[in-house]
Nanobody, 115 residues
Framework: QVQLVESGGGLVRPGGSLRLSCAAS????????VGWYRQAPGKQRELVAV???????NYADSVKGRFTISRDNGKNTVYLQMNSLKPEDTAVYYC?????????WGKGTLVTVSS
């Protein structure tokens, strides 16, 4: 049974940093693409960052230069390092892991950026 468990969310002041983690189980993690999405109140879920096959990364324009996605296949974990956080980064952040038509989501972790 595939499970994804996010952690690392919380309240942070503008300009601060957080690191999100997503621990995966029940899969051969290294063969899956991994990504982070977010959903702000009243808005649609949007892609934040993804590591595609071959290891290349893609980022939303709004987070380029501030966020970094990485993975540790030995720990079955994907990370999102978030720096220079802004109030508009406030959202529930979801981990996504997929391969072909298979697509799995975590339950999300709340990030609130506020002074």
């Amino acid at each position: 049974q595939v499970q994804l468990v996010e952690s690392g969310g919380g309240l942070v002041r503008p300009g601060g940093s957080l690191r999100l983690s997503c621990a995966a189980s029940g899969m051969i993690f290294s063969t899956y693409r991994v990504g982070w999405y977010r959903q702000a109140p009243g808005k649609q879920r949007e892609l934040v960052a993804v590591i595609v096959s071959g290891g290349s990364t893609n980022y939303a324009d709004s987070v380029k230069g501030r966020f970094t996605i990485s993975r540790d296949n030995g720990k079955n974990t994907v990370y999102l390092q978030m720096n220079s956080l802004k109030p508009e980064d406030t959202a529930v952040y979801y981990c996504n892991v997929g391969r072909g038509v298979m697509d799995y989501w975590g339950k999300g972790t709340l990030v609130t950026v506020s002074s």
